[in-house]
């Protein structure tokens, strides 16, 4: 069974810490790793990595994928208020559709 | 704008007593999933249509049920809901079975009493 662990579960920081998520994955035929911004509404898409080692950046956010690791970091640098989230990581399964199998989500907290 | 859109947002109903909550996508999108999310977990997959192909989860419950009468709205029931079942619950598209980008709508809050 595909399985995909976050950590930490939860992290507290201050305005302007840079922050590591983690998520470790396996999965059967991995094709990709998808991560998502989940304030009290549905996820938002954030990045899809394929290839190991190349990093995603769009603006603070940063992420990279180790294929050989199985594992892939979400990094957030100057943290601000609005970063406040659940950050998912999921990856698709194998089988039929495109069926996700997420982490738990890391809650994180950024006070002012 | 091209979105997923789901109504209500929220939604109260007692024990017992049917529900449906509905998804409409712009997006043009084959593929279309519900999920459960409770409070602090992963959202779940409940089932999936490919077209009009239907995908249950081994674990979905019998109580839960969809339609997908065309190509942009797709629809849950809950037959007889109980305090368990209440959740958000999330809609998403997709392009096709090998697009792993999915597409949220908003969520239906539901709330059982």
């Known amino acids: 069974e595909d399985k995909v662990v976050q950590s930490p579960l939860s992290l507290v920081v201050h305005e302007g810490d840079t922050v590591t998520l983690n998520c470790s994955y396996e999965v059967t035929n991995f094709r990709s790793l998808l991560w998502y911004k989940q304030e009290k509404k549905a996820p938002t898409f954030l990045f899809m990595l394929t290839s190991s080692g190349i990093e995603k950046k769009s603006g603070r956010l940063s992420s990279i994928l180790d294929k050989k690791e199985l594992f892939s970091i979400l990094n957030i640098t100057a943290t601000q208020t609005g970063d406040s989230a659940v950050y998912l990581c999921?990856?698709?399964?194998?089988?039929?559709?495109?069926?996700?199998?997420f982490g738990e989500g890391t809650q994180l907290t950024v006070n002012p | 704008d091209a979105m997923v859109i789901q109504n209500p947002r929220y939604q109260v109903t007692q024990f017992g007593k049917p529900v449906t909550l509905s998804c409409s996508q712009t997006l043009n999108h084959n593929v279309m999933y519900w999920y459960q999310q409770k409070s602090s977990q992963a959202p779940k997959l409940l089932f999936h249509?490919?077209?009009?192909?239907?995908?249950n989860e081994a674990d979905t419950p019998d109580n839960f049920q969809s339609r997908r009468p065309n190509t942009s709205f797709c629809f849950l029931d809950i037959r007889s809901p109980g305090l368990g079942d209440a959740a958000m619950y999330l809609c998403a598209t997709s392009r096709s079975r090998l697009d792993n980008e999915q597409f949220f709508g908003p969520g239906t809050r539901l709330t059982v009493l």
């Open positions: 999921a990856a698709p399964e194998e089988t039929s559709g495109s069926r996700l199998t």
């Open positions: 249509y490919y077209d009009k192909d239907f995908n």
